[in-house]
């Protein structure tokens, strides 16, 4: 066996939606925050993401998440979320992925019933409390960072759908809210192409036209994510299909899409003070999503939302690069 790289990970997913959570192998990336460790990591490693994610050990709709000593001084961890389309400020499936992880092999002081993991994320602070039984993580809720809506009935034309009616909010990364019926297509798998397509033209102009940015870390920015809800979906109890760049579905009913349209509900005033929202997936999984504080993120109303849901262990795996493999970085297909 000839490798120039080991990389630890126990792989889980959340909800249907894979998490690589890397345990060793990668170092301490240099950056007092993890927004600065984001950034350099983009800027100096992203071939490690590739690696990770790409084919032939990753595949069109990977994601990840890389364990870092924490950046604050009662952090359990720091933890920079890859993917295919790059590096996420925050992700929900992920992080519930890796307090089941942390759990699971006691890389954390378990309690039970509730074991309380304080992850330091690009996008700030996050707080997992994980039901324990029998050693066993049952399910996870995740104190999220503030999510506002940035804005509501904002059009914008998009090639070869025309005029588009969306809501913009944020959750961790920004998110695109718009009624499926509207463009004429149902809410079906069989047609998944096209949702797709319609996704990936929306985000577009939106980035072209109406690029939204974090109001107090500008870092935060661009739109990656069209949340498509099923207008069958009630105000309490929706249903959706997540596009996200550069071309697929999140299989989970997405932690920072559900905290970003529990803020679009509210802003709304769909819901009020701490009412349930209960949030299903593309594969019909299901988050749980409440309020449980008011705050403002600059002059902005916010929200804190807690988003709950399950995750299981799929593997654990070293991942090795022999010098002679002719795709260092993997690739894309
Ligand atoms: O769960 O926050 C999430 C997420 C973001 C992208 C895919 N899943």
């Not at 705050?295 to 807690?306: E, K, L, N, S």
């Amino acid at each position: 066996m000839r490798s120039n790289t080991i990389i630890s990970a126990i792989d889980t997913h959340t909800e249907g939606m894979p998490t690589r959570v890397i345990t060793g192998g990668v170092g301490t990336i240099p950056g007092d925050t993890m927004a600065a460790r984001r950034v350099y990591f983009a800027e100096h490693l992203d071939g490690l993401r590739k690696l990770l994610v790409n084919e032939p050990r990753g595949h069109a709709s990977m994601s990840g998440a890389i364990l870092q000593p924490a950046t604050t001084e009662d952090g359990h961890y720091g933890v920079l979320f890859i993917e295919v389309s790059g590096l996420l400020p925050m992700c929900g499936h992920g992080t519930i992925g890796v307090a089941t992880a942390l759990v699971e092999a006691g890389m954390v002081p378990v309690t039970e019933p509730v074991t309380e993991i304080r992850l330091d994320t690009p996008a700030g602070r996050v707080v997992a409390s994980v039901a324990v039984s029998g050693g066993h993580a049952d399910s996870v809720t995740l104190r999220n960072v503030p999510a506002y809506c940035d804005s509501l009935d904002n059009e914008v034309e998009v090639p070869g759908l025309g005029r588009v009616r969306y809501d913009m909010a944020y959750g961790g990364n920004f998110y695109a809210i718009t009624d499926l019926g509207k463009l004429g297509l149902p809410f079906d798998r069989a047609h998944k192409d096209r949702i797709l397509d319609a996704g990936l033209r929306i985000m577009t102009a939106i980035n072209e036209f109406q690029r939204p940015v974090h109001l107090t870390d500008e870092r935060i920015a661009d739109c990656k994510h069209v949340l498509f809800l099923d207008p069958a979906s009630e105000p309490a109890h929706t249903r959706h299909a997540m596009a996200i760049h550069p071309g697929w579905f999140d299989r989970s009913p997405c932690g920072t899409g559900t905290s970003a349209l529990l803020a679009r509900q509210h802003a709304r005033g769909f819901l009020t003070d701490d009412q349930v929202l209960q949030n299903d997936s593309f594969i019909s999984t299901t988050f749980y999503a409440r309020a449980v504080e008011t705050t403002t993120v600059g002059d902005r109303p916010a929200i804190v939302p807690a988003i709950t849901g399950r995750a299981w262990l799929t593997g654990t795996a070293n991942y090795l690069l022999d010098p002679t493999d002719p795709f260092p970085e993997g690739f894309v297909f």
